[in-house]
């Protein structure tokens, strides 16, 4: 949309509601309410499904219900601090920044607020699958999700035990799973190494063929059904008499409500618009992608004592995985990417094809309960829907749905609106 368009358009009160970020989960939401009959905008610096949505590991993680941190932390702590290439990074420079999160986030990890973390990303993870088998179908293009389960395998004969620890700690939160020895496994991907011990299979699980086409045919379904796009960076917000009221490059628009979904850039306008401080960082992931690797894996594998994950998709094998904390501002360490294809070798008896790999870094972005923020403030004038961590193309469709329920009739057949009292804003 042209500046002066966007201008004239925001001018004449046009629309409903203005959605800040188009990613996976702001474009999801954004055709979710245009199907409620709202008029809506989608506003970004960058273009739809260009930032955390456009290189991550494409994965259906059904399986993942636990907090992206349990007590180990603690014990691998220095080496997050001195190693560079580690799969769990903090660099040194972001620490004293980083130092009250991680407070909270130890804080979290007390036995009754990890419990409620584990209970409400099971709910949300639960009802993720039904809810894009419902929003794909309803688009036309269900062949986007492979629901063919992933598998998380073991090369050290001495991992056996904490596989199975894994497995009885899933099964305790009814996450479907099946222990798989050598042979199964080498009989599903018979490309792996034959050092592969075993591993769990996730049959609730599934990938998406390209993350990014994801969120391209989404924003081709809302534009059909009446969203407008525009390339703007939001600057500021604030409440007016008639709803909000936002700050961009070209201008000012208004809407009567705006839906704040631009990840890990959301605490900012959060602040303006609702007083409030929320604790938002972001974990930077890596991916690299192998463009002349196809037919290698039918289905998404992680690895467990490497801690990284492969992806097949239309394009090629994405290798990812990672995490750093280094905050917003620091350039991309690209040497974590190519890490990947190291921790790649042995285990395939072919190694892999480089030739034209591409390299990527995105935002995760996380909050130190694990959990994201899916709630409305200021009189329902301001809606949210960020902080889904390594979960957002999990989440996102079951998000839509919720926000378009917050978004709507005051009740719905009679029944009350849901709290969503876990992912509430006031938690903090």
């Known amino acids: 949309?042209?500046?002066?368009?966007?201008?004239?358009?925001?001018?004449?009160?046009?629309?409903?509601?203005?959605?800040?970020?188009?990613?996976?989960?702001?474009?999801?939401?954004?055709?979710a309410l245009s199907r409620q009959g709202h008029r809506v905008l989608v506003l970004d610096r960058d273009e739809p499904g260009k930032g955390a949505s456009f290189g991550n590991a494409g994965h259906l993680a059904t399986e993942q219900v636990f907090p992206i941190a349990d007590v180990s932390i603690l014990k691998r702590l220095p080496a997050m601090l001195l190693d560079p290439m580690g799969p769990l990074r903090l660099d040194w420079r972001y620490l004293p920044r980083a130092l009250p999160w991680f407070t909270r986030l130890l804080l979290n990890l007390r036995q009754r607020p990890y419990q409620n973390s584990v209970a409400a990303l099971r709910a949300l993870n639960e009802a993720s699958l039904d809810a894009w088998r419902r929003l794909l179908a309803s688009v036309g293009h269900t062949q986007l999700l492979k629901e063919d389960g992933s598998l998380l395998v073991f090369?050290?004969?001495e991992s056996r035990a904490a596989t199975a620890a894994v497995k009885q700690k899933m099964q305790a939160q009814g996450v479907p799973v099946e222990f798989w020895d050598a042979a199964a496994v080498q009989r599903t991907a018979p490309q792996l190494a034959e050092s592969i011990q075993g591993g769990l299979f996730f049959p609730a699980t599934g990938h998406f063929i390209d993350p990014h086409l994801v969120v391209t045919t989404l924003v081709q379904a809302a534009r059909e059904n009446g969203v407008r796009f525009a390339q703007e960076h939001v600057d500021s917000g604030q409440l007016v008499a008639d709803g909000v009221a936002l700050r961009t490059g070209s201008g000012e628009v208004r809407a009567r409500k705006v839906l704040i979904a631009c990840g890990a850039h959301s605490a900012k306008l959060t602040r303006q618009l609702t007083g409030k401080t929320v604790p938002l960082d972001t974990e930077r992931g890596y991916h690299l992608m192998l463009p002349h690797e196809h037919d290698r894996l039918p289905l998404a594998v992680t690895f467990m004592e490497r801690r990284f994950i492969m992806t097949p998709m239309q394009g090629g094998l994405r290798l990812a995985g990672t995490v750093e904390f280094a905050g917003l501002e620091r350039a991309p360490n690209m040497q974590r990417a190519w890490q990947l294809h190291r921790l790649s070798q042995g285990l395939f008896k072919n190694e892999l094809n480089i030739e034209a790999a591409s390299t990527w870094m995105g935002f995760r972005p996380s909050l130190p309960d694990s959990l994201p923020v899916i709630d409305q403030a200021c009189d329902g004038r301001v809606l949210l829907a960020f902080g889904h961590q390594h979960l957002g193309l999990t989440q996102a469709a079951t998000t839509a749905e919720m926000v378009a329920s917050m978004a709507g009739a005051v009740s719905i057949e009679g029944k009350p609106l849901p709290?969503?009292?876990?992912?509430?804003?006031?938690?903090f």
């Open 1 to 31: 949309m042209h500046s002066d368009e966007l201008h004239r358009a925001a001018s004449n009160d046009a629309y409903d509601i203005a959605v800040v970020g188009a990613g996976v989960v702001g474009v999801a939401c954004a055709l």
């Open 155 to 157: 090369e050290r004969p």
């Open 419 to 427: 709290a969503f009292a876990p992912y509430r804003l006031d938690r």
